[in-house]
């Protein structure tokens, strides 16, 4: 293994050279360099597909192609010639597959059949489209009960897809809809919701070209949302102030060179994309942003008591917000000294953040994982959200909440009705339109759904798209229970680990991607809808030929299912399934935010979903924006771990080269490592303390107390700047020790990034 154990000691900036000598390699690993290229050119255009990659906003002026390495490394994954067929489904079988890595399976092609797994032979054996859906009917209604079943969702699903997808579950008669959102930014949804009244952002991509500053907290933009790079640095140019709060000095916040610009490039330059950096302990946010705001009431008080204008926003405080007082309290009584341990940040430098805040006119907050994969995440995006109500930055110009969401359509899966607590205005709204009782009781979320599988009450399991059996918490124990359901059914692109535990029956159904053409019976090309994470809606509609002439598109495997499954007397799969127009139709009947869902889709970018909250109509209990009314923990994982010997916190997060389960490489340039994965970043002084050296081997070993035994064996430890008790290494090799029993208050996501652990020589 090739390490490089030093951000420093590779080069300074992010993009650049370095981004651009991958991108080729992508393309031309791809096999179609050249179809490949022209396929980049149509993401995130008008009349061509969304690009799989993020959920980050597209300018809704001028040309909106802009360069991403990690953008094409996604078009080029999907637009591979490479093949899983039959016939490799005959050579291999799933006991030899089981060995492999994620990233051979995946590296394997496009599913081109849909396929069922023999027992008798242990090799998936092809199918007919309709003998498949048939069996899963069957299955589906052979059930003691609907809630037997599982039907998950990842955030690539369409609009479309997706409400069929709801639509068709609670018709067979549940609301068990664990959903990727749930290990993700659920923690946003029910914080903002309880804040502002939508679970949703409230900035435009617009609002960071006029913000003073910007909060960049817990997020990786560098690997995961690259374009933003460029808002970034723009705003450094133009003299914001980008103040950046991670655990871990991420290269790409420092600065960034733009492969677009052909100057910068020959004379190798690069551009600061912030003016600000601090490295918290893990967990530590909520403390440092508590610490910001007794500040600004000191300043405040301050300010008042000598005459000079005030701090607060006192009219957004008086006419929009609601239960400073009781806010003010709690943030007094919290002690500087807890505020400090907690964060590993000293007072100087949150008062110094407070000023930065303060002298700002407007100012953004942006957030990702980092924040979200905690015990108290919803009490830290409430706090987050306290302190920008304090100066009214809600809801006007420049100024913002931004939860930069992951998947490119997980937020538009949850608007069209993915949601396991089926809210009353929507099921009121379902039933209207199609004259029948849903089911109203609560469904399953990811953790209620692993609960249910390990103590077998779970028989079968769907999943449009994702890897939920790498993806969760707990993984081996999870793989075990997958085996054991009665049916698995999984409507992928490519092959990956979550397939290779079949239940008694096994269903492997190949679909279209986002870069394919979709026609229907007739002839014409269907588009399908997303929305981003600035709540902007827009078609995207593939331009490469099926990777197979077998393959189905998302939107008829749903309807296939369903029609099997709960009959056509209610809905016309069929008729939907082949004029999405019409699914657009319902979508809008069943929610009216979408007005004139199909006139407003075909503008040259969409349109934005009303969100009320920015412009500060807050459809909360109140009516009002709620300020927070929690403490801060008292203490954080990473204090607990402190009265501990020898006992770490961990954070599992993405390299470079990978989307979630889906590994594209082996390198993480911008940390310095290549061709490694099973790697555990240590401060050195941390990995002297155990009496060890770089590189040496170590077990992982999780210190959860649940009897459950959590090893992970032969990680190499790298000695890396991240804060002392801290450590980091990747998912999803990571995930058979993050355990399932710890999540999140109020918001049951894994707490991926503090899973407290030690170390045991390999
Ligand atoms: N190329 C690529 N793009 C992606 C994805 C991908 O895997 N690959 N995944 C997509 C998805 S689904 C998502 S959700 C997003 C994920 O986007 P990110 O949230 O950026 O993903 P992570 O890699 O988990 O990075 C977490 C970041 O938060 C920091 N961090 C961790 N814990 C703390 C903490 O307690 N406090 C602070 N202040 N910082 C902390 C870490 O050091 C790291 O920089 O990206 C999306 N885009
Ligand atoms: N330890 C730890 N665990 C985590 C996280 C973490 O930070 N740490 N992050 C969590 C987060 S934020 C998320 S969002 C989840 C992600 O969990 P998932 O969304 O379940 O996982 P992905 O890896 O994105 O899914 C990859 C698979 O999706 C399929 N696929 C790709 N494109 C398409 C398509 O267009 N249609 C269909 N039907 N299938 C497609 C391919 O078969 C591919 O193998 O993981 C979570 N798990
Ligand atoms: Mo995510």
């Known amino acids: 293994m090739a390490t490089k154990e030093c951000i420093g000691k590779s080069s300074k900036a992010a993009g650049g050279w370095g981004a651009l000598k991958s991108v080729g390699r992508q393309l031309i690993g791809s096999g179609q360099p050249v179809s490949g290229a022209r396929t980049m050119l149509s993401a995130n255009q008008p009349d061509g597909f969304d690009c799989p990659g993020c959920a980050w906003g597209d300018p809704e002026h001028g040309s909106s192609f802009e360069f991403c390495e990690n953008g094409v490394k996604a078009v080029a994954w999907e637009a591979t010639k490479a093949r899983v067929t039959p016939e490799f489904f005959a050579t291999h079988s799933v006991s030899e597959l089981k060995t492999w890595s994620d990233y051979d399976l995946e590296y394997q092609g496009r599913l081109t059949h849909p396929v069922r797994y023999n027992p008798a032979t242990d090799h998936y054996e092809e199918v007919e489209w309709d003998e498949a859906f048939a069996e899963i009917g069957a299955a589906l209604n052979a059930l003691d009960s609907p809630n037997c079943a599982e039907f998950y969702t990842s955030g690539r699903a369409s609009n479309e897809a997706a409400f069929l997808y709801q639509m068709f579950v609670r018709l067979y008669g549940t609301n068990n809809f664990p959903d990727c959102s749930n290990m993700c930014h659920e923690a946003s949804g029910v914080a903002l919701t309880e804040s502002i009244g939508i679970g949703k952002g409230t900035v435009r991509l617009e609002d960071f070209h006029a913000a003073d500053a910007i909060f960049v907290v817990g997020q990786n933009p560098g690997t995961n949302h690259p374009r933003m790079l460029a808002d970034l640095r723009a705003a450094v140019g133009r003299g914001a102030k980008v103040v950046v709060l991670n655990t871990l000095k991420e290269k790409g916040l420092h600065r960034f060179s733009d492969p677009q610009n052909k100057l910068e490039m020959i004379r190798g330059g690069s551009l600061p994309t912030s003016t600000d950096y601090f490295c918290p302990r893990l967990g530590g946010d909520m403390a440092v942003f508590r610490g910001i705001a007794k500040t600004v009431f000191a300043a405040d008080d301050m300010a008042r008591a000598e005459g000079r204008p005030p701090i607060l926003d006192d009219a957004f405080i008086a006419e929009h917000s609601h239960g400073i007082d009781e806010y003010r309290t709690i943030v007094e009584a919290t002690e500087w000294s807890l505020i400090e341990d907690q964060s590993g940040i000293s007072r100087a430098e949150i008062e110094y953040m407070a000023d930065i805040y303060t002298s700002a006119k407007s100012v953004i907050t942006t957030w990702a994982m980092g924040v979200t994969q905690h015990r108290h995440s919803v009490a830290t995006i409430r706090e987050i959200a306290s302190v920008m109500f304090l100066r009214g930055n809600v809801g006007r110009e420049g100024a913002g909440l931004c939860p930069v969401r992951g998947h490119s359509n997980v937020q538009g899966d949850r608007t069209v009705g993915i949601n396991e607590k089926a809210p009353k205005p929507l099921i009121d709204a379902m039933e209207k339109e199609l004259g029948v009782e849903l089911p109203r009781e609560p469904g399953h979320n990811v953790m209620h759904a692993i609960g249910a599988m390990l103590d077998r009450s779970a028989k079968a399991f769907i999943g449009l798209g994702g890897n939920f059996a790498r993806a969760v918490p707990d993984s081996a124990l999870v793989a075990e229970a997958f085996e054991r359901l009665e049916l698995t059914v999984n409507v992928a692109t490519k092959l ?142 990473w204090q607990m771990a402190q009265t501990k010997d020898a006992t770490f916190i961990l954070q599992t997060f993405r390299s470079h080269d990978q989307y979630n389960t889906t590994i594209y490489g082996m390198d993480d340039r911008y940390r310095g490592i290549y061709g490694a994965r099973n790697i555990v970043f240590m401060h050195p002084d941390d990995i002297a303390s155990l009496g060890r050296e770089p590189r040496d081997s170590v077990d992982v070993i999780g210190c959860h107390d649940d009897g459950i035994e959590r090893v992970a064996r032969g990680f190499v430890l790298v000695a890396h700047d991240i804060p002392r008790g801290c450590v980091a290494g990747y998912y999803p090799e990571l995930n058979c020790i993050v355990p399932h029993e710890t999540f999140g208050e109020k918001s049951f996501t894994p707490t991926s990034k503090s899973v407290t652990v030690r170390f045991e020589p390999h």
Request: aromatic letters at 6%.
């Open 496 to 637: 990956n680990h979550g397939h290779l535990m079949p239940g008694t029956k096994s269903f492997i159904l190949p679909c279209l991607g986002r870069t394919e053409m979709d026609k229907n019976s007739r002839g014409e090309k269907q588009i399908v809808t997303v929305e981003d994470s600035m709540s902007m809606v827009h078609g995207s509609g593939g331009i490469n030929l099926p990777a197979a002439p077998t393959i189905r598109s998302e939107v008829r495997i749903v309807a296939g299912m369903a029609k099997a499954t709960v009959g056509s007397d209610v809905v016309d799969w069929d008729g939907l399934a082949d004029d999405h127009d019409l699914i657009r139709d319902m979508i809008a009947r069943v929610l009216p935010i979408y007005g004139d869902f199909n006139t407003q889709v075909r503008q040259p970018r969409g349109f934005r979903l009303r969100n009320g909250a920015s412009f500060r109509d807050f459809k909360t209990t109140t009516g009002k924006a709620n300020f927070g009314v929690s403490d801060i923990p008292s203490a954080t994982e």
